[in-house]
């Protein structure tokens, strides 16, 4: 039987300790994550904890509506048992019917075969690090192999624990400047998931830097049993022209070879970083993209409302 828990219903040890012995666990789902990345969530959970989907929800302008929270590319029906079409559906039917509306990424093992939903493949970029590093390399584009040339002439350096703020700033500086879509809130759930991360033991930090000793490039990135997921980077004008990011994925890649890991690009659609990714040998892997709109047609407007004000 599957239950509909409000946030203080729901059992954190239980829930954890199923996301944990899922197959498909993802750190993503995890309650302490979820607290900072999605305060107030609920969730449907099967039995005692057997199977259990986390719903992001909030409500704008009179509208309940479920949203994929910053920084958790994937959520979706995580179990420790076999789980089939027939099971994930069950789980999208248990959605309250107060969430009219609904734009959420599932994981990559949640299939969804029936009409009933509106479905659309999302991409991700993996790469087994199980490998040598000398095996991984050899599947290097030529490019990637001629940007970390570039970046070894240029006297580029990687060092760990960099401070997750100072890669923030990074990216607020560059990138963050054209795309605006991350406001002070996400920002500060960003510092905190890294610092709860770095606490707790997952979270692991690179900096590059240039030959005057200036950080010039940053990333962060999070392991949670068999995956470590490229959750942030930071870059500037003299990373880019010194391929700085380059080396900071190849120093990370070099370090966790022979591991039983899975070193995940955390994307993307866009066709450029998709590239890039690529570059490193990674193959695409798909995960389902749900969109729901159950809005009465004189509500459509609402849409535009939901989308605007995360």
Same mark, same amino acid.
């Given at each position: 039987?599957?239950?509909?828990?409000?946030?203080?219903?729901?059992?954190?040890?239980?829930?954890?300790?199923?996301?944990?012995?899922?197959?498909?666990?993802?750190?993503?789902?995890?309650?302490?994550?979820?607290?900072?990345?999605?305060?107030?969530?609920?969730?449907?959970?099967?039995?005692?904890?057997?199977?259990?989907?986390?719903?992001?929800?909030?409500?704008?302008?009179?509208?309940?509506?479920?949203?994929?929270?910053?920084?958790?590319?994937?959520?979706?029906?995580?179990?420790?048992?076999?789980?089939?079409?027939?099971?994930?559906?069950?789980?999208?039917?248990? #959605?309250?019917?107060?969430? $009219?509306?609904?734009? =959420?990424? @599932?994981? /990559?093992? &949640?299939?969804?075969?029936?009409?009933?939903?509106?479905?659309?493949?999302?991409?991700?970029?993996?790469?087994?690090?199980?490998?040598?590093?000398?095996?991984?390399?050899?599947?290097?584009?030529?490019?990637?192999?001629?940007?970390?040339?570039?970046?070894?002439?240029?006297?580029?350096?990687?060092?760990?624990?960099?401070?997750?703020?100072?890669?923030?700033?990074?990216?607020?500086?560059?990138?963050?400047?054209?795309?605006?879509?991350?406001?002070?809130?996400?920002?500060?759930?960003?510092?905190?998931?890294?610092?709860?991360?770095?606490?707790?033991?997952?979270?692991?930090?690179?900096?590059?830097?240039?030959?005057?000793?200036?950080?010039?490039?940053?990333? #962060?990135?999070?392991?949670? $049993?068999?995956?470590? =997921?490229? @959750?942030? /980077?930071? &870059?500037?004008?003299?990373?880019?022209?010194?391929?700085?990011?380059?080396?900071?994925?190849?120093?990370?890649?070099?370090?966790?070879?022979?591991?039983?890991?899975?070193?995940?690009?955390?994307?993307?659609?866009?066709?450029?970083?998709?590239?890039?990714?690529?570059?490193?040998?990674?193959?695409?892997?798909?995960?389902?993209?749900?969109?729901?709109?159950?809005?009465?047609?004189?509500?459509?407007?609402?849409?535009?409302?939901?989308?605007?004000?995360?």
């Amino acid at each position: 039987m599957i239950r509909y828990l409000t946030n203080d219903e729901i059992d954190k040890k239980k829930w954890d300790d199923c996301i944990k012995e899922s197959f498909n666990g993802l750190v993503y789902a995890c309650s302490w994550y979820l607290d900072i990345a999605a305060e107030g969530w609920e969730a449907l959970v099967e039995n005692d904890y057997e199977s259990v989907f986390p719903l992001t929800g909030n409500k704008k302008a009179g509208i309940y509506y479920l949203f994929q929270p910053p920084f958790t590319q994937q959520l979706g029906v995580f179990s420790r048992g076999v789980l089939s079409g027939k099971v994930v559906e069950s789980f999208l039917n248990s #959605i309250p019917a107060k969430f $009219k509306f609904a734009e =959420i990424n @599932l994981n /990559s093992y &949640n299939k969804v075969t029936s009409g009933k939903y509106v479905i659309k493949p999302w991409l991700t970029h993996l790469l087994d690090l199980i490998h040598s590093h000398e095996s991984i390399v050899k599947k290097y584009s030529t490019n990637l192999k001629r940007n970390l040339k570039k970046a070894e002439k240029a006297g580029v350096t990687v060092m760990k624990n960099i401070k997750p703020d100072e890669i923030i700033t990074l990216f607020r500086e560059d990138r963050g400047k054209r795309i605006g879509n991350l406001k002070d809130d996400e920002y500060n759930k960003l510092r905190r998931l890294s610092y709860v991360g770095i606490y707790k033991g997952l979270v692991q930090t690179y900096g590059a830097f240039s030959v005057s000793n200036n950080l010039i490039a940053g990333a #962060i990135f999070i392991r949670y $049993k068999e995956r470590a =997921i490229f @959750l942030f /980077s930071g &870059n500037s004008d003299e990373g880019k022209q010194a391929a700085a990011m380059p080396v900071i994925i190849d120093s990370f890649i070099k370090e966790n070879s022979r591991k039983n890991l899975t070193l995940d690009f955390e994307g993307s659609n866009d066709p450029n970083l998709a590239r890039f990714y690529k570059s490193f040998g990674s193959k695409e892997v798909t995960y389902p993209h749900l969109e729901i709109n159950q809005l009465p047609a004189v509500l459509k407007f609402g849409v535009r409302v939901v989308k605007g004000l995360r």
